[in-house]
């Protein structure tokens, strides 16, 4: 009930932003709905982790620009996503899996809290944080005010600077 209750008032909250985009004040979508959502292939929208086992869907706004958005991230199991922060402030809520999460400048799972469906977190800008899933996929609602990006602590960390391996 809890995280019916706070995807309903994020998507809600967006719906009525100042620059609302089609939807016109509408959009209903339930837990199974938005579970069911699929990221586009190849294209990563600001604000992600660049991960391969980290899909983005948006469901609201445009990330890359001013505004209200709101992201899913869809977590692949046994993925640890390394120390990193992002320029404006976002909440999120587990919509599906177990999420471990902790602030930090670097991946430290003593800092990890387990976060279970319906937990709450904040993102706050500049603030370094990181994340694991463990043995089941993890489906995470991000609500933001763009322009959103990511800053890993360690650019060596950085999957989207990583040269590809020649075979």
């Not at 009525?16 to 294209?43: S, W, Y």
Request: net charge positive; no cysteine.
């Amino acid at each position: 009930m809890l995280l019916q209750i706070l995807v309903i008032s994020s998507l809600l909250a967006t719906a009525n932003a100042q620059n609302a985009a089609p939807f016109r004040g509408q959009l209903r979508l339930t837990q199974k709905e938005v579970i069911a959502k699929k990221a586009p292939e190849g294209k990563l929208a600001p604000g992600s982790s660049g991960y391969e086992a980290v899909k983005v869907i948006v469901l609201y706004g445009d990330p890359s620009k001013a505004g209200l958005y709101t992201i899913l991230l869809e977590v692949e199991p046994n993925t640890t996503i390394a120390a990193h922060d992002h320029p404006d402030d976002r909440i999120g809520t587990v919509v599906s899996g177990t999420w471990h999460f902790g602030y930090g400048s670097k991946f430290d799972v003593a800092k990890l809290k387990t976060l279970p469906v319906g937990s709450v977190y904040s993102e706050g800008s500049g603030v370094n944080h990181f994340a694991q899933t463990g043995d089941t996929k993890v489906i995470v609602a991000i609500t933001g005010y763009g322009p959103t990006g990511t800053t890993y602590v360690n650019a060596a960390d950085d999957p989207t600077k990583k040269k590809p391996v020649a075979k």
